[in-house]
């Protein structure tokens, strides 16, 4: 960080030391700015707990990439929001699959709509409605 920056202090942490802090540990110290706790809350339930604030696009995993692109997305929003998501659980384990499960369970919960194509067993379980297409 620049010279500058390094003085910037934050509830008496440093910047550099908030960009190394995990989001799992980072809800007490910047959840209560403004815009921040919902977006942390998403991307804790969608189980990137353990990523560092400042870790950089080009440090993730693709799959870490499209969990934060899905929570960003998919965070609180006043009004009901129709969602079409194309294979969500490709590349994804099972315990990364039953995480996403939950969050997407919580994301209708708020009155938001999603569907979802897939082909993933342990994914298609987790649905309220499961539509079977042929071949073709």
């Given amino acids: ?7 910037v202090r934050f ?4 910047l550099q030391e908030l960009l190394q802090t995990r989001i799992g540990a980072s809800r007490d110290i910047i959840g209560n700015v403004p815009g921040c706790g919902s977006l942390l809350d998403a991307l804790l339930q969608i189980g990137l707990e353990y990523l560092e604030l400042g ?11 499209w969990k934060l692109s899905l929570a ?16 969500p659980s490709s590349g994804l384990d099972e315990t990364e699959v039953l995480q996403l499960l939950e969050f997407l369970r919580s994301v209708t919960a708020q009155g938001h709509s ?3 194509t897939d082909n993933n067993p ?3 379980e987790g649905c309220d409605l499961v539509v079977k297409l042929g071949p073709g």
């Fill in 1 to 7: 960080l620049q010279e500058e920056l390094q003085q």
């Fill in 11 to 14: 509830k008496g942490i440093s």
């Fill in 55 to 65: 870790r950089s696009l080009a440090r993730m995993s693709q799959s870490e990439r």
């Fill in 72 to 87: 960003r997305s998919l965070r609180r929003r006043a009004q009901p929001v129709f969602y079409l998501i194309e294979t």
């Fill in 114 to 116: 999603v569907v979802c």
């Fill in 122 to 124: 342990l994914f298609l």
